[in-house]
């Protein structure tokens, strides 16, 4: 059955995940032909376009999920990292803004236009947009934790620390996550409760020398 569009994306997926993107990429535009008006073979061809470095076809596909779903495919996120990456700082922004034309109330948008805020300085709109985001959706951990980088950044400590705390009650023990907690709690130059996150990382995971280093950065 060809119009099985997430067979088409999961076969992709292994052929990426086998590091043959080259494959990974026929099979997605093999799927689109067969299924031309389902926008996430778009948004997966346009994301595995972007780590092949082909940035043009990726924009290509990216606008096109966008066309064909405007208020619910992710593609705005991945289309406003391109942007970003090449330096067009407005691009990026005005991406995000039309997504939230379409929808304002999904608040991965919000988090995403939050970091964004965040690498250009404008703290206060950063964590206007945080916390807007964590309105929509109080249990998503990553957002709490561009929240509490933004309260460092602001000098305002004690909203840091609670973010983080936060950050690691809907952590749901994604050890992506923990593991970027922890490295935040160094950043803030607290060493008493990094090593915890650390360890949480290395018992999902053994291997992780992301988590070891950060043992050893505060055994230091």
């Known amino acids: 059955d060809s119009s ?18 080259d494959r990974a990429i026929d099979v997605i535009e093999m799927g689109i032909k067969s299924n031309p008006e389902q926008e996430a073979l778009y948004e997966k ?8 470095g082909d940035l043009d076809p990726a924009i290509e596909k990216l606008n096109k999920a966008i066309e064909i779903a405007p208020e619910t495919t992710y593609a705005y ?7 970003y990456e090449m330096g067009d700082n407005g691009q990026a922004l005005a991406v995000l803004e039309r997504a939230l034309e379409k ?63 936060n950050a690691d ?13 922890g490295w935040q709690y160094i950043d803030m130059g607290d060493c008493n409760h990094a090593p915890g996150f650390f360890n ?7 291997t992780n020398e992301s988590a070891k280093e950060g043992i050893a950065s505060c055994s230091n």
């Open 4 to 21: 099985l569009e997430y067979a088409w994306q999961g076969l992709a997926e292994v052929y990426w995940n086998r590091g043959d993107l």
């Open 45 to 52: 061809a346009g994301y595995l376009y972007w780590e092949r």
């Open 77 to 83: 996120i991945t289309l406003s990292d391109i942007w």
């Open 103 to 165: 929808n304002p109330y999904r608040p991965e948008i919000h988090e995403a236009i939050g970091y964004l805020y965040l690498d250009w300085g404008q703290l206060d709109d950063a964590i206007a947009t945080f916390n807007q985001a964590v309105s929509l959706d109080p249990e998503d951990g990553w957002t709490y934790l561009g929240l509490a980088f933004a309260y460092q950044s602001a000098n305002r400590w004690d909203e840091a620390f609670a973010a983080l705390e």
């Open 169 to 181: 009650r809907y952590s749901f023990e994604d050890p992506w996550l923990l593991e970027s907690i």
């Open 200 to 206: 949480r990382v290395l018992e999902i995971d053994p």
